[in-house]
């Protein structure tokens, strides 16, 4: 706990005398060049880490990455979940600010709901990067960590097509016209990354929805019809139920595929096909795709329950993070790439975009056990 004591002040001096001379020089030349004070001086500072729910694996992946870098680096960590809950996450980064954090890395539940926490922030000095998920609605938002989410929801799309036929591997048309009958889910509405990859995925979709090569049978193809608040499974199969119930029954119509942006949404629609009497591996399954390659869904890959995931490797992102905590701990100003896409409703975060990958059964072995990411014995 980072209060200021006052009391025994003098019993503490040569503690405190040690600590700010190893902080000088303890961490790879941090206090040891021409930025010298200024940088030793935030060796050793507290970075708080909020983390939405340890209920999907890779925020565990995510808040357990960004805590080993940064100690590794030198620096002290209070990393927190919230369990999806918006008040408790709201506490939480206010005991970071409270506790002497200088830097907050933030993966918001929602990214509207810590306006008040933001400001606090900023009235202590204390910067904030938003992680993977932008908070919105709030100008004291100093930098954005992710990946190219539009990017995320074309490689969806794609994949989707593949999986149908109207792609090759390559990304080349094979000629085929269809039509293929689908449906689409889209992420929470209260994440401002949902509407990135649903418009990426829409961006090619729509075209082929306006030519006819792909009927969505329920006729939801907006945003608002087809978001699944709190990205929840539960949420997802009651819809895919319905879905069913409504537009494929009689047999007269074939479900081809399912744009799905995420394998937690992924697991719900499979439980809906297999309670509705769909069996894996027969010529009826669609093709469905998800997003984070959690170990499960890639399981589901090499099964054949799920055709593809996009892949976000968090080691990169929490990498990122790490190195723009640092920068801004130095008076430096942090490496973006990206200046124009992100408006919080507020102003431009500037951001970091990392690129994400499309996972198969063809390539899984090459993308995740071969990069370190997963081991053999994880996916069986």
Partial sequence: MFHTKKIAALAMGAALVVTLAACSTGRGGA??????????SKAGALVGIAMPTKVDQRWIQDGNNVEKFLQKAGYKTDLEYANNDIPTQA????????????????????????????DDAKAAGVKVISYDRLLTGDANVDYYATF????????????????LGYLDDSGTKTGKTGPWHVELFAGSPDDNNATFFYNGAMSVLKPLIDDGTLVVTSGQTAFNQIAIQGWDPATAKKRMDDLLAKSYSTGSTKLDGILSPYDGLSDGIIAALESGGYKVGAADWPVITGQDAEVASVKQIIAGSQYSTIFKDTRKLATQAVAMTEAVLKGDTPEVNDTKSYNNGKKVVPTFLLPPVVVTKANYQKELIDSGYYTPSDLK
């Fill in 31 to 40: 206090g040891s060049d021409g930025a010298g004070d200024a940088a030793g």
């Fill in 91 to 118: 506490k939480q980064i206010e005991s970071m600010i409270t506790k002497g954090a200088k830097v907050l890395v933030i993966a918001s539940i929602d990214g509207g709901a810590l306006g008040q926490q933001l």
């Fill in 148 to 163: 190219d989410n539009f990017k995320v929801g074309v490689l969806q799309a794609n994949s989707l097509l593949t999986g």
